[in-house]
C-alpha cells in the first residue's frame, strides 16, 4: 500500500470510526444476515431483471465505502452457507440472481473483477450462447414450480432480461475496537514506512558507494588486463629450458628474451643448506678418495683384512713379514679425506608461492 493509499485509507477508517463510535458489536444490522463475520446478506422477494436487481442492492442505505451488491460466491463454505439458508432454511424455490457477467464464449467474471477461483456450474454449463445468456444465476433443485438444477446452489448462463429474486450482498460494520485496531495498525504502518523508507535511502547510498567502487575497480581490470596482454610474462624471469621442451621464444612469442646461458656455463646447481656453499658463490670440485698411506713395524700379529673408515685413518693391517732377527711385523695403514664427492657447482635458492 502506498503512502498515499494508507493516508485516503486512515481518513475514511476515523469517519467510519466517528460514524459507528457507539456501536458495541460487530453487526450486519437489521434484516442481514451474518456468514463468518465477513459478508452479509439481505434477501428481497421481488423478481426483477438483472439491471433492477443490482439497482435494488446499490440503493439499500449503507455505510460509507460499503455499497451493497448482488450476491457472489467466492468459496465452497459460502456455496453450502448460501444453499442452506436461501433453498433449506427460507424455502425459497426460484433462482437468484448472481453477481457476474460474461467474459467471453467459455468464462464469466465477478462484477468486482474478481477471477472465478471458485465455480459451481450446473451440467451443461456455462452454455455456448454468448449472444444471449450473459448474465448468472443461482437455481434450486428441480421442483414442481420451476426447472431447476441437478442441486441447490447450482449456476447457469441466462439472458438478464429473465426475472429472479434478488439477493444482496454487504460487508459487516466494523466495531470500536477493530476500528482501534486498523488505526493502531496504520499508525505502525506509518513508522515501518519511515524506517523503510530511511533504510531504502541509506541502501541507495550504499549503492552509489559500490557502483563508484566497482566503474574503480573495472577500470582497474581493464588496465590490468592491457598489461597482461602485452607483458605477459614479468621482466626478470628466468626460464630454464629442458631438452626437448619449446624455446621462451615459442612458447611467448610477443616478448624479448636474452640467452644468458654463458653466465652459467658448466656448473651444477644444487640448493642453499647443508654442506652447500653460500648462496650465490662457487663452490670448488671435491671428492672422497684416499689420500695418505702409512707403514709401520708390530710386535704383535696384525689382521690380514680391515674396513676402511669413510674418514680418517684405518687401522693397520698385515702386510709382510718381519727380519727373522728383530721379531717385527710390517704394517701399512691408510687415510680417506671424507670429503663430499661432487662436482664444480654453484648453489641456488627455491621459492614457492604462498
Known sequence: MSPHQKSLYFVVVVAVFLQVRQTASTTCGDDWTSFED?????????????????????????????????????????????????????????????????????????????????????????????????????????????????????????PCSKRNLVVCEKKPILTVPELRDIVYQLRDDQIQLRDDQNQLRANQIELLANQTQLRADQTQLRADQIQLRDNPVPIGFIYVQLPLHQSPQTLWPTVNWRDVSSSYAGLFFRTEGGTAAAFGTVQAESSNRLSDVSYYWFIEVLPIAITVPSTEWSSYVFSGLPPPTNNLYGGLRFKNTGSETRPRNMAVRVWVRV
Open 38 to 158: 465477513s459478508k452479509c446478506f439481505r434477501f428481497y422477494d421481488n423478481f426483477e431483471n438483472k439491471d433492477v436487481a443490482a439497482q435494488t442492492c446499490s440503493s439499500i442505505p449503507t455505510e460509507p465505502v460499503n455499497t451493497a451488491r448482488l450476491v457472489s460466491v467466492k468459496s465452497q463454505p459460502e456455496q453450502d452457507f448460501l444453499n442452506a439458508w436461501i433453498y433449506q432454511e427460507l424455502g425459497v424455490l426460484n433462482s437468484i440472481w448472481l453477481d457476474g457477467e460474461r467474459f467471453n464464449s467459455t468464462h464469466f467474471v465477478w462484477a468486482d473483477g474478481d477471477a472465478m477461483s471458485f465455480i459451481n456450474w450446473d451440467d451443461g454449463f456455462p452454455t455456448n450462447q454468448t449472444g444471449d445468456n450473459l448474465c448468472m444465476e443461482m437455481s434450486p433443485k428441480a421442483g414442481l414450480k420451476e426447472v431447476g438444477a441437478t442441486e441447490d446452489g447450482k449456476w447457469k448462463d441466462v
